[in-house]
Structure formats: structure tokens, C-alpha cells
DNA sequence: GTAGCTCTCTACCGATCGGTAGGGAGACCC
DNA sequence: GGGTCTCCCTACCGATCGGTAGAGAGCTAC
């Protein structure tokens, strides 16, 4: 493997584990089996190699939405946070960065994920849009914070997800995966629904289990 | 104020801030205006100081549940739902101070929680007893994996307010934090409820609601 | 007075931090 | 062959880290 893609590894996983301050550039080298002047050949500085590691993990988020996009699928919400869930939980050092990201630096991780968000904006406002002249959705309901909501829903719950107890597996297979995702997609409907939606929602729920028979 | 309780006061602060690594001890004392030797002589090692902030978090946060369990309220799961939330908006440095050392010290601090909520574990566990048996809730419900739910819900949330853009106000009083607690309310309920449950629970909100007017 | 306790100070320690300078080995181009 | 580019190395830099030694100021007790 490429010696650049080695580091930047590593630096995932120290940096998610132990954070910018707790995590030593040495530390980093040892591990991939280079001397630290080698290292800051490849990443000029630790501040630069800690942003491309940040910079990796977004962009790689942000390859998820243009498939879902092009998918066209029926609800996009649902398959929107079903990939988000995937993405976090196939490799959760990813949800920890942006969580540690979030603590260190709130106002500019903030600004951050809402361009990464951007693109879903329209399409979490369409649904609520939709989904407030239906009478489902609440009538206060904010798109924005409302995304920034769920995000941080499941980047949270996967960011701690051993001391929750969660057992995750690479291909999301895993039973608790599959019963966190459906937990999630619950709250994430209840936090922005009205009751009658809800009700709606349990029925249509009921009736495609009972249809999958 | 004594000295020391400055320097736990500064490095609360600090800790929740930066965190561990990113503090340095030379910049608490010269914050409560000291020489970082001075500092080390109330507390003997920096490890030895972040133990005590800590711990007195999570001191405090226990005093919280005698007073609920003595008022003996008629849905004590509700009251210690809203104290938790109540104690975390008060000052959301106490939320960010655990998220951290659940990233830092993962195996240690989910210890230390289930330590920490023992008491409350009988009253849950009651509650979860009750529900099932009239069939509100789930029959897979495992008391102790959803208390830990719950308490990261509620700190995972109010570590990050300012990031989510919540307004909080030291008496709870802010018009942000009362829906945020009934939204966690309602998200606690949901992910422990059967659907049937959780059309009962809208149920009597709707009818409180009614009563109310 | 003076002994002793509490608290803060200056000065210093070795270790480690992020980062730099400069050389050497190998591959490639001409 | 020689020149150049890539990559890793050893050796070193100043700054800062957590922590220690020891002196001195202020207070209390006798």
C-alpha cells in the first residue's frame, strides 16, 4: 500500500481514538514504520495531515449522496439516512473525527457540515415541505437544524457505539446495525412528525409487514 | 472563592473545551492567576485534577436522584428523564466533560456510567416491567443497554447545543431547551415503545392537552 | 520570640513536542 | 556517465510539557 495512504490510515484512527492533542506525529510514525521527518515529508505539518484525514472522511460522505441522488428512489429520506447509518457504521472512527471535530471546533465544524449537507438540504426540504401539506410533518418543522439534528443523532450513536454495546460488522450486517438503523429512522420520523404522522407511519409499517408474508 | 475550587472551576472549563490533551497545566493557573506550581500543590498531577473534575460531575449529577426518588412521583421515569436533561442544560460543559472521556476512555467510562446510574437502574427496569406486561413496551427491551441509551441521547445532545444551534438558559427556562426536552422525551419513548405504546402515549398527550385548555 | 503550618513563589529538571537541515540511496532521463 | 527527482534517514532545533526542589511570606499556637 501506498506509504501517503498508510499514514493517512493510521492518522484516522489515532486521531479518532485519541484526538488531535492526545495523538503524537511520532506515535503515527512508529506505527506505519517510518521516522517522523519522513512523515512531515509526505504531510508538511500536523495540522495539514489532521485536515486531509477530516477532508478524506467528508468527501468520501459526500460520494454517498450523488448515488443516492441519481437512484431517484421512492423516499429518499429513508434510503438517506439508511446510507448515512452504513457509512458511520462501517467504519465508526469516522463518526468519532467528526464528533471530536464537533467538541474542538464548533462554529467551524458546524459551517463545515452544512456545505458537506448542502446537496440533501433540498431534498429534506422538499420531504418536510411535502410532508407538512399531507398534515404528517409539524408545522414548525426547520430543515436545517432538523438535518444537523439527525446527523449528529447517528454520528453520536455510532461514535460511542462499544460503550453502548452495539456490535458492528464491515458489511452492516450485523443484527444490532440493522436494528439501530431501524431505531434511528423511528426517532428521526418522531422528532419531525405530528402524531397523526406517526399513526400513519406505524400503519404503513404494519401493513408491509403483513404484505411480506 | 477558594482557590481550589477556582482551579476545578477553570479546568471544568478547559477540559470540556480542549480536552485533556489540548490543556495544558500552565494555562489553568495562569486563568485563575497562579504559577502552574502553586496549582500542583492543590492538586498533585494533572491526571489527579481531571479525576477530581470529573468525578465531581458525576457527584453532582447522583445527587440528582435521591431528590427524585424520595418525591416518590407518580412517573418517576419521566421526572429523572427531565432532571437529567435539566442538569446537563444547566451547564453543558458537564455533557461535553463525559462525551470525551466516553471517546478517551471508552471501556472505563461505560463502567463508571453503569456505576453511576445503578440506583436508577431498579426504577427503569420497573417501569420497562410494567410496560411490557400492559404491552406498551417491547418485549426485547433491555433495561440496562436503553438507560445508556437514554444518557447519551441526552449529553450526546447538549454537548453539541451550540453546534445544533440550541439556546440554553442557566434556570432551563429557555423556550429551546423545554422542546428539546419534550423531543427527547417523546425519542426515549419511542425507541423503548411498541407502535401500539406509543398510540396510547400520544393518546393521553392529547387528552392532557385538551384537559389543559 | 519561635516553632510550625499553609500556601505561593522562582528556578530548574528530563522528556517530548512539532518542525528543520542536510545528506544518502535508489530510480529515471538524457 | 552525470543530473535530477523521490523518498527516507540521522541529527538537531527551540518550545513546551508535567513535575520537583526549596526558599520565603503570612498566619496561628504556645
Known sequence: MDVRTQILDVATRRFAAQGYGGTSLSAIADEVGIRKASLLYHFPSKDELHRSVLDQVLSRWNEV????????????FDALLHETVRFFSEDPDRARLILRETLDNPVTMRERLLVAVAPWLQVIAGYVRR?????????????EAYLLHVIHLVVGGLAISDTLGIVLSPDGASSDIQRLTRELERIAKVSLFTDE???????????AHAGSH
Not at 404522522?197 to 401493513?207: P, T
Open 65 to 76: 449522496l450523488p448515488r443516492l441522488l441519481a437512484a431517484g428512489s421512492a423516499d429518499r
Open 131 to 143: 410532508g407538512q401539506e399531507s398534515g404528517e410533518v409539524r408545522a414548525d418543522a426547520d430543515p
Open 197 to 207: 404522522g406517526i399513526e400513519r407511519m406505524n400503519g404503513r409499517r404494519a401493513a
